[in-house]
């Protein structure tokens, strides 16, 4: 018998690895097969201490992910070991509080009322609504992933299905087609120059097979509206260039979210050249830096939050405050000392802000700022305006088949605003 999250007595293992595991440099696909066809064996021959072991295994390959925790939290619990159930639950209801985990029977068999009363408090906080944003404006119903503001309420944004830099000036929308999909913008406003970055994916209205893994940086004079850089990455790899960002030297970075690597623009030799790599990072998102140009924030999607020190190249987890978590961290953003996250795989999807100790490596206070916003459909990306965050709150990443065909059901997309305290 499969394991069936919906089911009240059984809990769902049904999920793809390829999506699970999307990046392992130590762990092969075959390797996580192997643990999962174990644990599955072990659930259906109710050997529940094998179940245990394949179980932690995964979580040692992909710590705190809530697929993952959902079995441990099961394996616990078919185990009799209630203190660990409920304390792998409350990690789980930082990342994934959906109210379906706790109806499962089997989930639950092993506590107590007081732990299954505590856990129940916990969801109902997790779940709250909060709603400071304010609708700014919409833009075309388009799949729209990033967006930068031009100055003189002019903005670019950048389109994945139908790739190009659309235009928008509060009134009138105009195009720039691209030959990839374009996955965020940024704009040097003393230079006019508008930079981004584009990556091949196979939600792309011109994907070709032949052209997977191909990515490139690019600079347009807003001045003339000409092309005057773009860079493609041509080594063996794989790549998505997902985010890209100016640090307060200059200095132009951009993330990868299929190689743990960070690469830095030479205005020199007009390359993008590695500066930083990790093997703890496995999809790299938002970059971001602190004003005093000593620090750079880096979102790794799978787990976690790091700080680099831009002169040593040191890097540090950051730690987050007790109740928070930086897991599925999309967008990042750095106001004064105010690091701004929108996490988009969390359950529900969240925007957030923490108050920092960056000597410490470590967020001191955190502070949920939008989830439960009838808007929300995958948010992503933003820019700021002095304290005023604007983000895009219905990316359309959910609007593909399974053929990643766009589907018909299309909507304007809302852009909201936060201000930052």
Same mark, same amino acid.
């Given at each position: 018998?499969?394991?069936?999250?919906?089911?009240?007595?059984?809990?769902?293992?049904?999920?793809?690895?390829?999506?699970?595991?999307?990046?392992?440099?130590?762990?092969?696909?075959?390797?996580?097969? =192997?643990?999962?066809?174990?644990? *599955?064996?072990?659930?259906?021959?109710?050997?529940?201490?094998?179940?245990?072991?394949?179980?932690?295994?995964?979580?040692?390959?992909?710590?705190?992910?809530?697929?993952?925790?959902?079995?441990?939290?099961?394996?616990?619990?078919?185990?009799?070991?209630?203190?660990?159930?409920?304390?792998?639950?409350?990690?789980?209801?930082?990342?994934?509080? +959906?109210?379906?985990?706790?109806?499962?029977?089997?989930?639950?068999?092993?506590?107590?009322?007081?732990?299954?009363?505590?856990?129940?408090?916990?969801?109902?906080?997790?779940?709250?609504?909060?709603?400071?944003?304010?609708?700014?404006?919409?833009? #075309?119903?388009?799949?729209?992933?990033?967006? /930068?503001?031009?100055?003189?309420?002019?903005?670019?944004?950048?389109?994945?299905?139908?790739?190009?830099?659309?235009?928008?000036?509060?009134?009138?929308?105009?195009?720039?087609?691209?030959?990839? #999909?374009?996955?965020?913008?940024? !704009?040097?406003?003393?230079?006019?120059?508008?930079?981004?970055?584009?990556?091949?994916?196979?939600?792309?209205?011109? !994907?070709?097979?032949?052209?997977?893994?191909?990515?490139?940086?690019?600079?347009? &004079? /807003?001045?003339?509206?000409?092309?005057?850089? +773009?860079?493609?990455?041509? =080594?063996?790899?794989?790549?998505?260039?997902?985010?890209?960002?100016?640090?307060?030297?200059?200095?132009?970075?951009?993330?990868?979210?299929?190689?743990?690597?960070?690469?830095?623009?030479?205005?020199?030799?007009?390359?993008?050249?590695?500066?930083?790599?990790? #093997?703890?990072?496995?999809?790299?998102?938002?970059?971001?830096?602190?004003? &005093?140009?000593?620090?750079?924030?880096?979102?790794?999607?799978?787990?976690?939050?790091?700080?680099?020190?831009?002169?040593?190249?040191?890097?540090?987890?950051?730690?987050?405050?007790?109740?928070?978590?930086?897991?599925?961290? =999309?967008?990042?953003?750095? !106001?004064?000392?105010?690091?701004?996250?929108?996490?988009?795989? /969390?359950? #529900? %999807?969240?925007?957030?802000?923490?108050?920092? &100790? %960056?000597?410490? *490596?470590?967020?001191?206070?955190?502070?949920?700022?939008?989830? *439960?916003?009838?808007?929300?459909?995958?948010?992503?990306?933003?820019?700021?305006?002095?304290?005023?965050?604007? !983000?895009?709150?219905?990316?359309?990443?959910?609007?593909?088949?399974?053929?990643?065909?766009?589907?018909?059901?299309?909507?304007?997309?809302?852009?909201? %605003?936060?201000?930052?305290?």
């Amino acid at each position: 018998m499969k394991f069936n999250f919906t089911s009240k007595k059984f809990f769902v293992f049904s999920f793809f690895l390829s999506l699970l595991f999307v990046s392992t440099s130590v762990f092969s696909q075959k390797t996580l097969n =192997d643990y999962f066809e174990g644990l *599955q064996s072990s659930y259906d021959q109710k050997k529940y201490d094998s179940m245990l072991y394949y179980a932690k295994i995964l979580d040692t390959i992909r710590p705190n992910h809530p697929t993952v925790l959902r079995y441990l939290s099961l394996s616990y619990s078919l185990n009799k070991d209630s203190k660990q159930t409920e304390k792998t639950l409350q990690k789980l209801a930082l990342i994934y509080a +959906e109210p379906s985990v706790l109806e499962n029977e089997e989930l639950i068999s092993s506590l107590k009322k007081s732990q299954l009363k505590r856990l129940q408090k916990l969801w109902n906080t997790q779940n709250e609504k909060v709603q400071i944003s304010t609708q700014a404006f919409l833009l #075309p119903a388009r799949h729209i992933e990033g967006l /930068t503001s031009l100055g003189e309420n002019k903005i670019a944004f950048a389109c994945i299905n139908k790739p190009a830099i659309g235009f928008w000036d509060g009134k009138d929308t105009s195009y720039m087609e691209m030959k990839m #999909p374009v996955m965020n913008l940024f !704009y040097e406003e003393a230079t006019q120059k508008l930079w981004g970055v584009m990556s091949e994916l196979e939600n792309s209205s011109l !994907y070709k097979e032949e052209n997977k893994g191909k990515a490139a940086i690019f600079c347009i &004079d /807003t001045k003339t509206n000409k092309k005057i850089v +773009e860079y493609e990455l041509s =080594d063996s790899l794989d790549h998505v260039l997902g985010e890209i960002k100016q640090a307060k030297d200059g200095t132009i970075y951009c993330t990868d979210s299929q190689n743990p690597i960070i690469y830095v623009w030479n205005e020199q030799t007009q390359k993008l050249e590695e500066k930083w790599t990790n #093997p703890k990072w496995r999809s790299l998102q938002g970059i971001t830096f602190s004003e &005093d140009g000593k620090w750079a924030f880096v979102a790794d999607y799978s787990s976690t939050i790091y700080q680099i020190n831009i002169q040593t190249g040191k890097i540090n987890a950051l730690e987050a405050p007790k109740g928070f978590s930086f897991k599925t961290t =999309d967008g990042l953003y750095l !106001y004064k000392n105010t690091l701004i996250t929108v996490q988009n795989g /969390t359950s #529900p %999807m969240r925007v957030s802000s923490f108050e920092l &100790d %960056m000597q410490n *490596q470590k967020a001191k206070t955190g502070k949920i700022l939008e989830q *439960q916003n009838i808007y929300f459909g995958e948010p992503t990306n933003g820019f700021l305006i002095g304290n005023k965050f604007y !983000y895009i709150a219905n990316s359309q990443w959910g609007n593909y088949d399974k053929e990643n065909k766009p589907k018909n059901d299309w909507k304007p997309v809302v852009v909201l %605003m936060i201000e930052i305290e």
